[in-house]
């Protein structure tokens, strides 16, 4: 029913919600740090050292076009499920409430995360479930990392899913130092799976 973004951006929207936290952004190491809950939303095969193989992610690569049709001004976005390339398209005119008589479009493209893509998207199979049940035991069993979101969940979580899940985690990672490895997992996999 509703779409859009928040009125000054995901980066205020964030940056509000962890006020007071303190944050390190592109860390790969968890090695030498002195908190007591790490909480990690890095791929968690690369955050344990893909010790179990890699697990399977999309990623997006994004087209661009300025003054192209647009159906409806009244959908910033548009899923595109019978288009032979695109899954989806953007008109920020609409996102950004600009006045213009262009519309910018952003066409997205899924592609493998390899070769250096990001990786965004999940790609859950039976094998991959496992190698990921893996990685979560081994996580469980380290002194203060946390997983959590999309990449360190293993699992597609739209925004709103995303936030839901911050909140069912909060007592897991308030009492992390507390629970044993065994608790560590079950709370998490509980969490993962009512989503």
Not at 30 to 46: G, H
Not at 153 to 167: H, Q, R, S
């Amino acid at each position: 029913q509703w779409q859009g973004l928040p009125r000054k951006g995901y980066t205020a929207l964030l940056s509000k919600m962890i006020e007071g936290i303190p944050l390190r952004l592109n860390t790969s190491s968890f090695s030498d740090n002195d908190y007591d809950v790490v909480v990690s939303s890095a791929p968690i095969d690369e955050s344990m050292g893909l010790k179990f193989g890699r697990l399977t992610y999309r990623s997006l690569r994004f087209d661009y076009a300025r003054n192209e049709f647009w159906e409806k001004d009244d959908y910033g976005t548009i899923n595109l499920p019978q288009h032979q390339k695109y899954i989806r398209k953007c008109n920020f005119k609409i996102l950004h409430k600009q006045e213009s008589r262009h519309n910018f479009i952003q066409f997205q493209e899924p592609v493998a995360a390899d070769n250096g893509q990001v990786p965004m998207y999940p790609v859950n199979t039976k094998v991959s479930e496992a190698i990921f049940d893996k990685y979560l035991k081994d996580a469980c069993k380290t002194k203060n990392i946390c997983p959590l979101g999309r990449l360190g969940l293993f699992k597609y979580l739209d925004m709103d899913k995303a936030v839901e899940t911050a909140f069912d985690m909060v007592t897991v990672v308030e009492n992390y130092l507390t629970l044993n490895h065994q608790d560590r997992y079950q709370k998490i996999k509980s969490v993962r799976e009512s989503y």
